[in-house]
T-cell receptor, first 111, second 112 residues
Framework: LAKTTQPISMDSYEGQEVNITCSHN???????ITWYQQFPSQGPRFIIQ???TKVTNEVASLFIPADRKSSTLSLPRVSLSDTAVYYC????????????FGTGTRLKVLA | NAGVTQTPKFQVLKTGQSMTLQCAQD?????MYWYRQDPGMGLRLIYY???????DKGEVPNGYNVSRLNKREFSLRLESAAPSQTSVYFC???????????FGSGTQLSVL
């Protein structure tokens, strides 16, 4: 299983760009990297997913270097409503479906 | 499209009581999952079902049993509840074409 390591918490101010990095040294060839966002009292929700290089959607960007041993979630111009816990999840290769979440990064956006 | 539906939303049990948490998804997903989340902590995998008819243990299976009733439904049973099982329980299902998980809104369980 590909374990992930993220910073426990981060603070930012409204309007700033926030980058959260996840380390996954044991990522397997077929694994995708997926990020989830969780607000208090809610289930996590999908933000973005990628395999290599860069992926961008209406919410965030995901940067993955060539060796794929880490990834960076980038949130442009955060607002107070982006205060949440962000989880990086690296899938296992086919044959097992055991998705283990790491500790996540608690992002607090300040006014 | 309801997605993943969990019932009940809240439950209070006394130590030793039993109960079943229900989960149903209407997205035709093959894989389903049960996680627990203690206050201020991350998600821990209890059990999962890769496909209809199969179930496997996750990180913290002790004290729980599961049933994959059909493709839509995946239930979690506490046979003899303990205070250590006080937590929020989330059910999720997985889209087969990628590794995207869809979560329900959770069941907040308190065991006194």
């Amino acid at each position: 299983l590909a374990k992930t390591t993220q910073p426990i918490s981060m603070d930012s101010y409204e309007g700033q760009e926030v980058n959260i990095t996840c380390s996954h040294n044991n990522i397997a060839t077929n694994d995708y990297i997926t990020w989830y966002q969780q607000f208090p009292s809610q289930g996590p929700r999908f933000i973005i997913q990628g395999y290599k290089t860069k992926v961008t959607n209406e919410v965030a960007s995901l940067f993955i270097p060539a060796d794929r041993k880490s990834s960076t979630l980038s949130l442009p111009r955060v607002s107070l409503s982006d205060t949440a816990v962000y989880y990086c999840l690296v899938g296992v290769t086919s044959g097992t479906y055991k998705y283990i979440f790491g500790t996540g990064t608690r992002l607090k956006v300040l006014a | 499209n309801a997605g993943v539906t969990q019932t009940p939303k809240f439950q209070v049990l006394k130590t030793g009581q039993s109960m079943t948490l229900q989960c149903a998804q209407d997205m035709n997903h093959n894989s389903m999952y049960w996680y627990r989340q203690d206050p201020g902590m991350g998600l821990r995998l209890i059990y999962y079902s890769a496909s209809e008819g199969t179930t496997d243990k996750g990180e913290v299976p002790n004290g729980y049993n599961v049933s994959r009733l059909n493709k839509r439904e995946f239930s979690l049973r506490l046979e003899s509840a303990a205070p250590s099982q006080t937590s929020v329980y989330f059910c999720a299902s997985r889209q087969s074409t990628n590794e995207k998980l869809f979560f329900g809104s959770g069941t907040q369980l308190s065991v006194l």
